[in-house]
């Protein structure tokens, strides 16, 4: 090899770009004023194209590849140089590499509430969110139209301008697809691949494929989802009646439980109570519903309510208590004859021997013998 010819294999160039970031799409490649030696070495990599501009006009599009470019393999750049005879003289060009690799996990969301007419609720407003997926199609019409002269384009710079466009394409399907808002949580693998049909020819006037869209959630108004809410509990819920009974009988056993009133005696009295309160609010409603319903089967009349008394202990009133549990005191000698009692329809309080209910509770005394 000559000393020209050693020199001349110094200045042949190597064109290439490997990427670094996760975001880039379009990268122009840096050179001194342009200029690009005859032969030098050109590599693109798997997912990449590369652009040669020649005077703000696309020339020739390079796939991946290893190329030594010579006027044979830049066939529409040796046109628009005018070369003649296999001229090798260095030549000005701009080399844009386009990255054609998938980008995914770009958001995208409603900045406003989407106004519908749902079926169930009527007008309603919803909120959307999700993720999409792009790739460069067409290089050419993505430099003509997005890109421009951009030295080194990202993701960043073209996200806003898709997702408005997601957001309005997404709000007129939704209100064409007339899909009730309870149904859409069931549907949002349908309705992504439903939308990223839709949209698809938008997104390749830019030179884009849109290859996958999301939808990861819709949500309703907080008010709408708070009353939402209260209705999925009724719905858990079901028969009421059984659901109070429920409650009562668990008031029953806490009031049991509670050490602080004489021995529990005092807080089994307030859970008959409480259980006899709400037996006749649900016997009304019983006896309401059946009249109301001339198909429902007859039921019985409720059972009669055993009373319950006030006693006074020691000075307190105590109460109310069960004839149960004045039987219990009256054995422990805390109850006797003189002690005062009052119930339900009484206009003041009597001794207990007095009131011909708890007088009963007291053992019989036999009569005294007869004289001899």
Do not use: C
């Amino acid at each position: 090899m000559g000393f020209f010819d050693k020199l001349r294999g110094e200045f042949i160039d190597i064109i290439e770009w490997t990427d670094d970031s996760r975001d880039t799409m379009v990268y122009r490649f840096d050179r001194y004023d342009n200029e690009i030696k005859m032969g030098a070495k050109l590599i693109v990599r798997e997912s990449q194209l590369a652009v040669f501009i020649n005077k703000g006009k696309i020339a020739d599009i390079f796939e991946p590849g290893d190329y030594e470019l010579e006027t044979d393999n830049l066939p529409l750049l040796s046109t628009i140089q005018g070369w003649k005879y296999g001229f090798h003289s260095p030549f000005k060009a701009e080399v844009y590499f386009i990255n054609t690799r998938r980008f995914t996990d770009l958001k995208w969301g409603t900045k406003n509430p989407i106004t519908l007419r749902d079926p169930e609720f009527g007008p309603i407003r919803i909120r959307a969110f999700g993720t999409y997926a792009i790739r460069v199609k067409d290089a050419k019409t993505f430099i003509t139209e997005i890109v421009g002269t951009d030295g080194r384009f990202t993701t960043d710079e073209i996200t806003s301008q898709l997702r408005n466009l997601i957001v309005s394409r997404f709000a007129d399907l939704i209100g064409e697809a007339k899909i009730p808002v309870l149904d859409m949580a069931a549907n949002y693998t349908e309705l992504g691949d439903f939308i990223t049909e839709k949209i698809h020819d938008d997104f390749l006037a830019y030179g884009i494929d849109i290859t996958k869209m999301l939808v990861e959630n819709i949500s309703l108004p907080p008010a709408v989802e708070e009353v939402l809410d209260k209705r999925t509990s009724m719905g858990i819920i079901g028969n009421l009646n059984r659901y109070t009974q429920f409650q009562a009988a668990t008031a029953m056993e806490k009031a049991a439980e509670n050490d602080g009133m004489a021995g529990g005696g005092m807080g089994m009295g307030m859970g008959f109570a409480m259980a006899n309160q709400m037996g006749q609010s649900m016997n009304q409603s019983n006896n309401g519903h059946n009249q109301s319903s001339s198909n429902a089967p007859s039921s019985p009349p409720p059972l009669p309510q055993a009373k319950i008394y006030h006693v006074a202990i020691n000075g307190e009133s105590k109460g109310p208590l069960s004839i149960t549990q004045i039987k219990s005191f009256i054995k422990d000698g805390s109850i006797t004859k003189e002690s005062l009692v009052w119930t339900d329809g009484m206009a003041n309080w009597e001794s207990a021997g007095r009131v011909s209910e708890t007088n009963k509770l007291f053992p019989s005394m036999p009569p005294p013998l007869p004289p001899k």
